[in-house]
C-alpha cells in the first residue's frame, strides 16, 4: 500500500478555538532563523514599536537595572560607543532603533533594489541585522501596535483597540483592560548611572534617534501597513503616533 502523502499547504488556517500559548522575544523579527523555528500558517506575530528616543532611554536604564539588580551585563559601555551602528550593548545602541529594517525582514510588502542592497550592508553591522536570509514564505498576520495605544487615555480608542486583539487572536474571552493591568518588567529603580534622555548632553544621540526615526515612520506608514497581512487598531492613530517619531519629543516637554 502507498502512503498517501500530506498536503503542505501554506493557505492561512483559522486559529482553533483552544488555549493560545504565546512568546515574547524582542529578538524574533531581528534573527530569521527564529522565525524559520517558531512559525507555522496558524502562527500570529504581535509587534510592539515606541518612539526611538523612549526606547533608547528606557531600554539603557533597563540594562543598568540587570546590571545592579540581577548582576548581570556588567561591563556597561559608554554612550558614545553606543551612538555608533557598528557596537551595541546587548540590543542596545542607536542603529538598533531602525525598526523598518527588522519589519523588512517579515516579507509583507515587496522591497525595491536600493531597499535590498541597504538590507545586505546593514546585515554586517553588529547589533543591527543578525541575518537577512529570508524564511520560508507564509501568510502569517502581524498586529502592529505602539506603547501609546496600550495607555490611550481615550476609552473608547483603548477598548476598540483591545477587542481588535481579542478578534486577531480569534479569542473567545475579551481582553481585561490593558490599561489597568499590572505592568511587567517596569521598575522605578533609581540609579546615578541612569540617564534622562532629555538632558542636553544627550542631544546628538536624540538627533540620530530622530533622524532615523523620520525615515522608519515613512516606510512603516506608507508601505508596511498597507499589506494585507498587517493588523493596525484605528490607523488614523497610529499614523498620528509613527508621525510624531520625526520629532523629539524633548522639545515638547520645553
Known amino acids: 500500500l502507498k502512503k498517501k502523502k500530506k498536503k503542505n499547504s501554506n493557505r492561512e488556517q483559522p486559529l482553533p478555538t483552544t488555549k493560545r500559548r ?24 504581535i509587534v510592539g514599536v515606541r518612539h526611538p528616543v523612549h526606547w533608547f532611554e528606557s531600554l539603557y536604564n533597563y540594562r543598568i537595572w540587570q546590571k545592579h539588580e540581577k548582576k548581570r551585563h556588567m561591563m556597561k559601555p559608554s554612550l558614545q560607543y553606543l551612538h555608533n551602528n557598528r557596537t551595541d550593548w546587548l540590543g542596545l545602541s542607536t542603529g538598533a532603533a531602525r525598526f523598518d529594517l527588522y519589519l523588512k525582514q517579515l516579507d509583507k510588502v ?42 490611550d487615555s481615550n476609552t473608547q480608542r483603548r477598548l476598540r483597540f483591545q477587542q481588535t486583539l481579542q ?49 522608519a515612520s515613512e516606510w512603516i506608514r506608507n508601505k ?24 523629539d519629543p524633548c522639545d515638547e516637554k520645553k
Open 167 to 215: 478578534q486577531f487572536l480569534n479569542l473567545d474571552t475579551p481582553l481585561h483592560d490593558l490599561a489597568s493591568k499590572e505592568k511587567v518588567n517596569v521598575n522605578n529603580f533609581v540609579h546615578s548611572e541612569n540617564i534622562d534622555i532629555c538632558e542636553e548632553q544627550y542631544k546628538e544621540i536624540r538627533n540620530t534617534l530622530v533622524w532615523q526615526g523620520k525615515h
Open 224 to 247: 508596511f501597513m498597507k499589506s494585507e497581512d498587517v493588523v493596525v487598531s484605528d490607523v488614523g492613530f497610529m499614523n498620528e503616533i509613527l508621525g510624531r517619531w520625526g520629532v
Open 110 to 151: 515587496p522591497l525595491s533594489t536600493d531597499e535590498l542592497q541597504h538590507m545586505k550592508q546593514v546585515d554586517k553591522v553588529d547589533g543591527v541585522m543578525q541575518s537577512t536570509a529570508h524564511h520560508e514564505q507564509y501568510p502569517i498576520k502581524v498586529f502592529l501596535y505602539s506603547m501609546e495605544q496600550i495607555k
Open 22 to 45: 504565546g512568546i515574547k522575544c524582542p529578538r524574533i523579527v531581528k534573527e530569521t532563523s527564529r522565525l524559520n523555528q517558531l512559525l507555522n500558517n496558524t502562527s500570529r506575530i
